[in-house]
């Protein structure tokens, strides 16, 4: 639909001509056609590319040709690898290309290593794309699918993985690593080398997550990563130099655009660079045919070529944000009698710019730089002026010694951009708006940047309150929202009423530099416009349920901690408020119980249990229902329950305890709580088997519904006066690369009156995040307008 779209505003007849061409409609209908065809067949191509699920987790011996430059994180170094050759049956079915991962590398260091271009035999697992889905929540499953990764390998540690020797393919890989390695050697030791590596070749996984948190606090992320901006300066500076031998016009467009060419491939060749390219091209291929496109013309060609190129590339958030910004300056610049010249066009751009992304970055991050502006005003000239061409020279070789010039001056406004990031208001943050909330916001920016005597322009005003101010409504007083997130292997449960929220465990660890608060908890409670929480309950001290603890207590600042931790523990050596969760604590918020009823307070620091046993079991009540969390109890705790507390265990969802292992879930107990659905928190192909296939056939022989995190995404529960309403994250917008829910995962709502209602594959408002962003598509229309419309002389508009 977007590539039929691109391709009928190409093609619009011009607005100087009065007469619509009566074919009009015939091209519309043949572009509509066309491009619902063309997207079908690509995605039947994608989508051939699968493994076969028998193939999942089982060793495989296989011969290939590394095809990327391989990028090193904390826990090991990631590429993409030519299939050649398997061991696989005949008949089964392995993607050509595949997303490897070497996490125990023998000798050396990885990121020198291994090199596009060298062909291996290596034993692998492999399995196919499956991400956390979650509110708020990286896409995996779809940026696989974007980016053609139709399997995730990972190399098992063998004498057998042997390098065979260097092929001839991939030459722009092979040198995108050679000016890599040249990079690092000549930056060996220097602070921002990560920063220089991406500037040049588009690494970023040199870079770290606390830098990040800085370039994005203050609006800059968009320089690090190569941007259309770096990728014009460039050609300009080729058609400058070309100027000086060859002063023909076609001759300097020419050599501007294999200049463009040559920086984006090196650059790995994203959206930004893309863009920039095909709007080049397509401004070329005017001037050619001796005509001077419309800047909207050239906007819907470069439009169209990405989509043909790649029509997956909307889903990507660098699409939106490149495309979002380059039509608000369009916008801007429409129908300008006087236009500004020099500093002031400057300071005018950066103003559009920074009002264009407001929309943009609150859909797509819940947060907005307020900083933007004062900061990209010195990070956009140092960096694309200077610091993007001394490094790029530097590279050649014989001219290193530009490389630490740039360096050095990129460190002063790294401490610059420091100094702004730590200031106390430098970030707004809010809830990812809902569809007609962000389409208001969106028409309303869109007016004010309208040239001044657009009808109705400062009508844009009423939009801008509602997307700053309107926030997504919670539950209702007496009422609660329990959220199952899908955290892989490990638990982390949201319970929120109307003005309170509390996180029950913190998810796990998934290595070095990533755990369940960074990757899943601050991203959706974000989106959610969760921005403190009122209570942290730490059931244990296993790392699948406390592995994300510091993030949490870092940025959300919980009132106070409830935990079985023992006292001294180094987790909660910075909480001022910790106190341990013992049986019969008890209170309530905006009429919603809670109650600990277990355990006891001569288990909760009984060294002599295992922690599993001594976790916080937390029961919440609404509206005549409730969701019982036992942690990670075993069958020993449950018949202590049993024992004690029967007359308070039973619930209508039980999270299942211990992720549904064999040790836990005995009959007795299932029997007490006597639950109508039960939640299991679990990770894709775990290793320890989780849930046991004997628990599953435990909960069906008690009749009771089975959700599955790993196969669900985040498990939403919402305690209203109508009953109790359950549905998971993949029924929100459900895509056809994702597999297919069975109907025992379809949304279904339990009435007070006991009886269970079948409820459609959409049951509550689907947000802005999921759309695809359509909203943003409206500043590119509203300027084809402007660029379309018929207008005599007399009616442009002045500023």
């Known amino acids: 639909m977007l590539l039929t779209l691109s391709c009928v505003g190409l093609f619009w007849p011009e607005r100087h001509s009065r007469r619509r061409s009566p074919t009009f409609l015939w091209v519309f209908l043949t572009a509509l056609l066309a491009g619902i065809l063309y997207a079908d067949l690509r995605a039947q191509w994608r989508l051939s590319e699968y493994l076969d699920?028998?193939?999942?987790?089982?060793?495989?011996?296989?011969?290939?040709?590394?095809?990327?430059?391989p990028e090193t994180t904390s826990s090991g170094?990631?590429?993409?690898?030519?299939?050649?050759?398997?061991?696989?049956?005949?008949?089964?079915?392995?993607?050509?290309?595949?997303s490897m991962g070497w996490f125990h590398f023998p000798t050396g260091s990885p990121v020198t290593a291994i090199q596009p271009g060298q062909a291996w035999r290596l034993t692998c697992r492999f399995r196919r794309p499956h991400g956390l889905i979650n509110p708020g929540g990286f896409d995996f499953e779809a940026w696989s699918l974007e980016s053609g990764v139709r399997a995730i390998g990972t190399v098992v540690s063998v004498p057998g993985n042997t390098l065979l020797f260097m092929s001839s393919g991939f030459p722009v890989e092979k040198l995108r690593a050679l000016v890599r390695n040249r990079l690092l050697e000549q930056l060996a030791g220097d602070r921002w080398k990560g920063v220089m590596v991406a500037l040049v070749v588009g690494d970023q996984s040199l870079i770290s997550q606390e830098d990040w948190n800085v370039f994005w606090a203050t609006g800059v992320g968009h320089l690090i990563s190569i941007s259309g901006l770096h990728i014009t300066l460039l050609a300009g500076l080729v058609s400058k130099l070309t100027s000086v031998i060859w002063p023909s016009l076609r001759v300097r467009w020419v050599t501007a655009w294999w200049g463009a060419l040559g920086y984006a491939l090196l650059a790995g060749f994203s959206i930004p660079t893309q863009r920039t390219r095909y709007m080049m091209t397509v401004v070329l291929w005017g001037r050619a045919q001796g005509n001077v496109l419309s800047s909207s013309r050239v906007l819907f060609g470069a439009l169209t070529l990405t989509f043909l190129v790649d029509p997956w590339a909307p889903l990507s958030a660098?699409?939106?944000l490149s495309f979002g910004a380059v039509s608000g300056l369009m916008l801007s610049g429409s129908y300008r009698v006087n236009p500004e010249g020099g500093w002031k066009s400057v300071l005018q751009a950066q103003w559009v710019a920074t009002w264009v992304m407001v929309p943009l970055l609150v859909m797509l991050f819940g947060q907005v730089s307020i900083i933007s502006p004062v900061a990209n005003a010195v990070a956009i000239p140092v960096v694309s002026f200077l610091v993007v061409p001394l490094e790029l020279a530097g590279s050649i070789p014989g001219l290193g010694f530009l490389l630490k010039l740039g360096h050095g001056i990129f460190q002063l406004c790294a401490a610059y951009l420091a100094w702004l990031g730590h200031v106390p208001w430098a970030t707004w943050n809010r809830a990812v708006p809902s569809v007609p909330v962000l389409a208001m916001g969106v028409m309303g920016i869109g007016f004010l940047l309208a040239p001044r005597g657009w009808p109705?322009?400062?009508?844009?005003?009423?939009?801008l309150p509602v997307l700053l101010i309107v926030v997504p409504q919670g539950p209702g007083s007496g009422e609660a929202s329990v959220i199952v997130f899908d955290v892989g292997q490990g638990l982390a449960v949201l319970v929120r009423t109307h003005a309170?929220?509390?996180?029950?465990?913190?998810?796990?660890?998934?290595?070095?530099?990533?755990?369940?608060?960074?990757r899943t908890l601050l991203p959706a409670l974000g989106s959610l416009g969760i921005r403190h929480l009122d209570g942290l309950v730490l059931s244990h001290r296993d790392s699948d349920h406390s592995g994300g603890v510091h993030g949490v207590l870092q940025v959300l600042s919980p009132d106070w901690v409830l935990s079985s931790l023992m006292p001294g523990d180094p987790l909660l050596a910075r909480v001022s408020h910790a106190f341990p969760c013992v049986s019969g604590q008890h209170w309530t918020w905006d009429q919603v119980t809670f109650e600990v009823i277990f355990p006891d307070s001569d288990e909760v620091w009984n060294r002599h249990l295992k922690t599993n046993n001594r976790g916080c079991v937390l029961r919440v009540g609404a509206q005549g229902h409730h969701v019982l969390l036992p942690a990670d109890i075993g069958r020993s705790a449950e018949r202590k329950l049993l024992e004690r507390?029967?007359?308070?265990l039973s619930a209508t969802v039980l999270v299942a305890p211990h992720h549904g292992s064999r040790t836990s879930s005995g009959k007795a107990f299932l029997e007490q709580v006597h639950p109508v659905v039960s939640l299991f928190s679990t990770g894709y192909r775990n290793r320890f088997g989780h849930p046991h296939p004997e628990t599953l056939e435990r909960y069906r022989q008690h009749h009771i519904r089975i959700w599955r995190t790993d196969q669900s995404g985040a498990l939403h529960v919402d305690m209203t006066d109508q009953g109790i309403t359950l549905f998971p994250e993949r029924a929100l917008f459900p895509h056809y690369w994702e597999p297919r829910a069975g109907d025992d995962q379809r949304p279904f709502r339990y009435t007070s009156l006991g009886q269970i209602e079948e409820l459609p594959w959409f049951p509550v408002p689907i947000p802005a995040r999921s759309m695809l962003m359509k909203g943003c598509l409206a500043l590119v229309w509203m300027h084809a307008i402007c660029e379309m419309t018929p207008l005599s002389s007399s009616a442009r508009f002045s500023r």
Not at 53 to 69: I, Q, Y
Not at 456 to 463: D, H, I, S, T
């Open 77 to 98: 170094i990631h590429f993409m690898f030519r299939v050649d050759a398997t061991s696989a049956p005949a008949g089964a079915h392995v993607p050509g290309m595949v």
């Open 456 to 463: 109705g322009r400062w009508a844009g005003v009423l939009g």
């Open 318 to 320: 660098g699409f939106w």
């Open 53 to 69: 699920s028998d193939l999942e987790g089982k060793p495989l011996v296989v011969t290939g040709v590394v095809a990327s430059l």
């Open 500 to 518: 309170h929220a509390l996180l029950y465990d913190t998810g796990p660890r998934y290595g070095m530099a990533a755990d369940g608060a960074s």
């Open 645 to 648: 507390h029967a007359d308070r």
